[in-house]
T-cell receptor, first 114, second 116 residues
Framework: NAGVTQTPKFQVLKTGQSMTLQCAQDMNHNSMYWYRQDPGMGLRLIYYSASEGTTDKGEVPNGYNVSRLNKREFSLRLESAAPSQTSVYFC?????????????FGPGTRLTVT | AQSVTQLGSHVSVSEGALVLLRCNYSSSVPPYLFWYVQYPNQGLQLLLKYTSAATLVKGINGFEAEFKKSETSFHLTKPSAHMSDAAEYFCAVRPGNSGGYQKVTFGTGTKLQVIP
């Protein structure tokens, strides 16, 4: 199993450009998440999808949109990139429901907006 | 509401010395607690988790953590540090004993440096 995969690994954008970060998991998990990681701030949740067909805002959703394409795939779109969106982005997935369901993380996408 | 506080954004230990990374949490319901490790340029991976089955939890790579309800703590320890333990460590909390989506709150991380 590949676990959680993310593409691309690195990206440089100019202010105002758009892009989509792709994420896929092969663990048949119901829930998927997008986080951003900035120095000294830990992980902050951007959006999540508790199950296929649903998406909800996290702590820092402004400037982002998401699509849960199917059970495996969850994409994050930046419509008009800003320098404040320079960050490392992680996708994660987990089971849902009763139980201590830990999250499984992808390797991350390192995005720089100039 | 829930929160996690990790004391010390950077910790340095000598190789072979005790590793102690501190985590305090708050939760309005009995929590699930997690420690994750992040090696440079990688994603997070689970070290260990507390699920109420036992207060002392053993994880991978010789790490363990003890849940202390009275102190609302879940500190991570390892008796003898190895160079390969150099990484960033994150404590996380999630409400326990409930179904549906439950938010996970992560601490801000502690970077562990191991000095040869």
């Amino acid at each position: 199993n590949a676990g959680v995969t993310q593409t691309p690994k690195f990206q440089v954008l100019k202010t105002g450009q758009s892009m989509t970060l792709q994420c896929a998991q092969d663990m048949n998990h119901n829930s998927m998440y997008w986080y951003r990681q900035d120095p000294g701030m830990g992980l902050r949740l951007i959006y999540y999808s508790a199950s296929e067909g649903t998406t909800d805002k996290g702590e820092v959703p402004n400037g982002y949109n998401v699509s849960r394409l199917n059970k495996r795939e969850f994409s994050l779109r930046l419509e008009s990139a800003a320098p404040s969106q320079t960050s490392v982005y992680f996708c994660a997935s987990s089971e849902q429901g009763q139980g201590s369901h830990e999250q499984y993380f992808g390797p991350g996408t390192r995005l720089t907006v100039t | 509401a829930q929160s996690v506080t990790q004391l010390g954004s950077h910790v340095s230990v000598s190789e072979g010395a005790l590793v102690l990374l501190r985590c305090n949490y708050s939760s309005s319901v009995p929590p699930y607690l997690f420690w994750y490790v992040q090696y440079p340029n990688q994603g997070l991976q689970l070290l260990l988790k507390y699920t109420s089955a036992a207060t002392l939890v053993k994880g991978i790579n010789g790490f363990e953590a003890e849940f202390k309800k009275s102190e609302t703590s879940f500190h991570l320890t390892k008796p003898s540090a190895h160079m390969s333990d150099a990484a960033e460590y994150f404590c996380a909390v999630r409400p326990g004993n409930s179904g549906g989506y439950q938010k996970v709150t992560f601490g801000t991380g502690t970077k562990l440096q191991v000095i040869p």
